[in-house]
């Protein structure tokens, strides 16, 4: 599946899922009453693995709503990110993440829920071949899905990612946008701004808009002429200013899951709740 990455108004985004295939069926059911629906483009803003152990049920929910919404996208999450590339899933595995994957993540409900068991970490050797076997009961079209996910998604005047544009970064927010469209995160293109954090602690591996540097979901650098609608960081209630939208409300651990629809590129966000 070739994931479109310019959506059309209304859009709807929805946050963070982790799993959580019921409380995005509760959303759902809540956003076929809203009179934007039958129009309306789905934004999925990305990190739909691990936390819960339904996501494969989750992911092949994403594909049929996306299926039956034509114009509907999905961007790429940091835990998204991780298992695709500590599993391989487009390419081989990367040594980094395969690490990463294992002590940085709640990757186990993800294992259960195509394996139907959690992993085991030795003896040596034994994780590794844990993420092969993964990958080898993972659907087709779910790994064909994961591995391909773009990195943003936009409209007229909004911006679809999973965290945020970088101030530490010397390259300005339009560049920034355009290297997320190519999936391109290279020191030499996008130039860490000398002593910050971003330069002293560069990652080739993890772009800080997927999720490295978490700062970016409260204080994001300005894309001028648009809104950026983001999740990544579990916020208590939607939280909305002139520059980003933030609405991961369920972090895949509570209720109400959240939406926030845009009925044009000057409107005021509405939310919708999957409870409450």
Same mark, same amino acid.
């Given at each position: ?18 799993? !959580? ?15 934007? @629906? ?14 819960? /152990? ?18 509907? $996208?999905?961007? $790429?999450?940091? +835990? ?14 990367? &040594?980094? @993440?395969? !690490? ?26 034994? @994780? ?8 080898? &009961?993972? /659907?087709?079209?779910? !790994?064909?899905?994961?591995? *391909?996910?773009? @990195? %943003? ?8 990612? +999973? ?8 390259? =300005?927010?339009? %560049? ?15 130039? =860490? ?25 409260? *204080? ?11 999740? +990544?960081?579990? %916020? ?7 520059? !980003? ?20 590129? $000057? ?10």
């Amino acid at each position: 599946m070739q994931l479109p990455t310019r959506v059309g108004y209304p859009v709807i985004a929805v946050g963070d899922l982790h799993g !959580r295939v019921e409380w995005l069926d509760k959303l759902v059911a809540r956003l076929r009453e809203r009179p934007e @629906w039958p129009d309306a483009k789905l934004v999925f803003l990305g990190d739909l693995v691990d936390r819960w /152990p339904d996501v494969k049920e989750l992911v092949s929910r994403v594909l049929a709503l996306l299926a039956e919404k034509p114009g509907s $996208t999905c961007v $790429t999450g940091n +835990h998204d990110l991780a298992l695709v590339r500590a599993a391989g899933l487009g390419g081989p595995p990367a &040594a980094d @993440w395969v !690490r990463r994957y294992a002590t940085n993540y709640d990757h186990k409900p993800t294992f259960v829920s195509y394996l139907g068991r959690t992993p085991d970490f030795l003896p040596a050797g034994r @994780w590794e071949q844990e993420l092969a076997d993964l990958k080898s &009961a993972m /659907p087709a079209d779910h !790994r064909a899905f994961l591995a *391909n996910l773009p @990195w %943003v998604a936009e409209a007229e005047g909004h911006v679809f990612l +999973h965290n945020g544009l970088s101030p530490e970064l010397e390259c =300005p927010a339009s %560049v920034q946008v355009e290297c997320l469209r190519r999936k391109l995160w290279d020191r030499a293109v996008v130039n =860490p701004r000398f002593g910050t954090d971003t330069a002293k602690l560069f990652n080739p591996e993890y772009p800080v808009w997927l999720g490295a540097d978490k700062r970016l979901s409260e *204080n994001p650098l300005r894309l001028p002429g648009k809104v950026q609608v983001t999740g +990544h960081i579990k %916020v208590d209630a939607p939280d909305a200013n002139a520059v !980003r939208v933030r609405i991961d409300t369920s972090g895949g651990v509570r209720e109400p899951l959240t939406a926030c629809v845009l009925a044009g590129p $000057t409107a005021p966000p509405a939310f919708v709740f999957s409870a409450g």
